[in-house]
């Protein structure tokens, strides 16, 4: 089978054919550094971290752009705010967002570009869009693209230019011919950052970024142009007009977006105040755990997080890892990528993502290994033992892809539970004290008093159990709770 994917620009799902053998060049728009990383970002990043790393699985020579957008409007007024320089305050920001995204495994791209590392670039592409007469400067210092020079606008979106295109709001900017016109350049006012242009002291405008960094970087032509499915009017469509005016050739063969994120049902907002923070996420829970929530979404659906959506998988990730912790007692073994069992694992896996990306169900393969562990953990002998580790490792091995299983399974353990442990206002060491009274009231047979020692836990979260070994305790989730 070989790798099929939806092409917003088609609107087909199409066979994966990049432009240049097994050369993948791929671009996805980042962050305007003007403020912090949301989970809306987190997604974005997270799943073209995937189509990455599974495009570099399946055998591409991927390289891949990501850029950040370093000075816009938003950034300018946040500085302002703050009384700072917006340089200097797009930088802290980016670096900030960086060590978020490094936190859920998102890879640093081939290639990580900023705005205002290109402004020659961009000042010499909307240059040629003048002379060719796509663009036009004016008399205050502003040039606009000029939509109707380009017949194919809106083909991307599927919007028709006669029908006024809803949702580009009635210009006030002046100099503009059209209202449909955007901004390649803008003139800046006085105390706003600019750099020299021959149009006067200005800066880029949003879309022609992406065109010229893509092309700096890429060359005329690429195979994936990704983000958000939010970008796609005006940001991508606009994109596409600048660029195949300037080249007369088709920018990106493919197109590709991801859906937006809902918190309980509704859009993220500053009115409403339901946005997530990435570092917020990132205090609460296990980089795993977010990873897991947002790709068991079809990468195209919206996807609504509601609460207790992220401690369902940190259940699901808690007990996997109790597993794996297991399974390490059992033994080491080499992963043998001959097996049967690395082969299926690899087959099904690979059958789910050439599906588009399929990761939801790449999702659902792993706990049905982890539910064949479990069965097979109830009858060890040699041969079970290595099928066990087997599987394990093979799960390991392939779903790095999805920057899942990579962890130490005990300090995953210790980790959550030491969550729930200050959630629950309990300490380790005052269970140990408790299990060792009951052990005490026990041994006297006093079996009242060693009973609602163990409720007594029950009721804090806490859960013991009795083997063989001796008494052992576990968390109680707080689903479970
Ligand atoms: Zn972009």
Redesign the pocket.
């Known amino acids: 089978m070989s790798l099929k994917l939806y092409n917003v620009l088609t609107r087909k799902k199409e066979e994966f054919v990049p432009l240049d053998g097994n050369k993948v060049k791929m671009y996805a ?2 962050i305007t550094a003007s403020g912090d990383a949301h989970i809306g970002h987190a997604y974005q990043a997270i799943v073209f971290d995937v189509i990455k790393k599974y495009l570099d699985y399946s055998g591409y020579d991927v390289t891949y752009v990501r ?1 950040y ?1 370093d000075v816009d409007d938003k950034i300018i007024l946040k500085a302002r705010e703050l009384g700072v320089n917006p340089k200097d305050f797009a930088n802290q920001m980016m670096e900030k967002i960086d060590k978020e995204l490094a936190a859920i495994y998102v890879d640093k791209p081939t290639i990580q570009s900023k705005a205002t590392e290109c402004i020659p670039d961009m000042i010499s592409f909307i240059e040629k869009l003048i002379e060719t007469g796509h663009a036009y400067s004016t008399e205050y210092g502003d040039v606009f693209f000029k939509v109707s020079s380009f017949p194919e606008y809106g083909k991307l979106s599927n919007r028709i230019v006669e029908d006024g295109l809803s949702g580009v709001r009635k210009s006030v900017e002046p100099g503009k011919l059209d209202d449909k016109d955007f901004a390649l350049w803008k003139k800046a006012l006085d105390d706003e950052i600019w750099w020299e242009s021959p149009w006067g002291r200005g800066r880029p405008g ?2 022609i ?2 065109s010229t960094m893509s092309m700096k970087y890429l060359g005329e032509q690429i195979d994936i142009h990704g ?1 958000g499915k939010d ?1 796609i009017f005006p ?2 469509e606009n ?1 596409i007009a600048q660029s195949e005016s300037l080249t007369g050739k088709q920018f990106s063969k493919y197109w590709l977006h991801n859906g937006l994120i809902k918190v309980n049902g509704q859009k993220m907002s500053k009115s409403l105040n339901n946005g997530i923070l990435l570092e917020d996420l990132l205090r609460e829970y296990n980089p795993e755990v977010i990873r897991m929530s947002l790709l068991e979404n079809n990468y195209r659906s919206d996807m609504n997080v509601i609460d207790g959506a992220l401690e369902q998988h940190e259940e699901k990730i808690y007990h996997m890892y109790q597993l794996f912790s297991e399974v390490d007692k059992l033994g080491k073994e080499n992963l043998d990528k001959e097996s049967s069992i690395y082969q299926e694992i690899d087959k099904e896996f690979r059958m789910a993502m050439d599906n588009d990306f399929n990761t939801s169900l790449a999702i659902t393969h792993i706990f049905k290994w982890v539910s064949e562990i479990r069965k097979l953990m109830k009858n060890l002998n040699n041969d079970t033992i290595s099928q066990i580790i087997q599987i394990k490792e093979s799960l390991v091995s392939i779903y790095k892809v999805l920057g899942l299983l990579q962890q130490d399974s005990n300090i995953v353990i210790k980790d959550i539970q030491n969550k729930y442990l200050t959630k629950y206002q309990i300490k380790e060491e005052e269970i140990l004290e408790k299990i060792e009274s009951r052990n005490e009231y026990k041994k006297n047979k006093d079996w009242e008093q060693a009973d609602s020692i163990r409720k007594e836990l029950m009721d804090r979260g806490i859960l013991i159990k009795d083997s063989s070994l001796g008494t052992e305790w576990d968390i109680v989730l707080p689903l479970k709770k």
């Open positions: 728009c980042g850029n957008t949003w879309h970024e992406c983000g970008l940001h991508h994109e």
